[in-house]
């Protein structure tokens, strides 16, 4: 049978992924190099109110450790958990992570915020 979840995942990351040093809270240190999707996703904030509202955060989509992805995916390993305030550098800019969002198919998006 076919893992149609960790296909999507691992095509998309070959695809359109770019590998980024991630920095977990409070280290100056580089602790993984993940390969990940970068984009600014449009996110539908409902306030209880007739008209909802429109917010735009970055977001990066990676494989954690337990994802069956090809080789040239780099996932997050089995000792690191992505986790919020851990940084990515991105295109020259740090980014925190804000919020974490299992796909349940062993990949995670994280919403983020310039650092």
Same mark, same amino acid.
């Given at each position: 049978?076919?893992?149609?979840?960790?296909?999507?995942?691992?095509?998309?990351?070959?695809?359109?992924?770019?590998?980024? *040093?991630?920095?977990? *809270?409070?280290?100056?240190?580089?602790?993984?190099?993940?390969?990940?999707?970068?984009?600014?996703?449009?996110? /539908?904030?409902?306030? #209880?109110?007739? @008209? *909802? /509202?429109?917010?735009?955060?970055?977001?990066?989509? @990676?494989?954690?450790?337990?994802?069956?992805?090809? *080789? !040239?995916? &780099? &996932?997050?390993? !089995? $000792?690191?958990?992505?986790?919020? #305030? #851990?940084?990515?550098? /991105?295109?020259?800019?740090?980014? $925190? /992570?804000?919020?974490?969002?299992?796909?349940?198919?062993? #990949?995670?998006?994280?919403?983020?915020?310039?650092?």
């Amino acid at each position: 049978m076919v893992d149609f979840g960790a296909t999507a995942l691992n095509s998309t990351l070959v695809a359109f992924g770019h590998d980024y *040093p991630y920095y977990p *809270p409070d280290s100056e240190e580089v602790a993984a190099t993940v390969t990940g999707d970068f984009e600014r996703a449009a996110e /539908i904030v409902d306030l #209880g109110g007739e @008209v *909802p /509202i429109t917010s735009y955060a970055p977001v990066v989509t @990676v494989a954690l450790a337990k994802a069956n992805t090809s *080789p !040239e995916v &780099k &996932k997050f390993p !089995e $000792s690191l958990e992505p986790e919020q #305030g #851990g940084r990515f550098l /991105i295109d020259g800019q740090f980014y $925190s /992570i804000l919020d974490r969002n299992d796909d349940g198919i062993d #990949g995670a998006k994280l919403i983020l915020h310039e650092a």
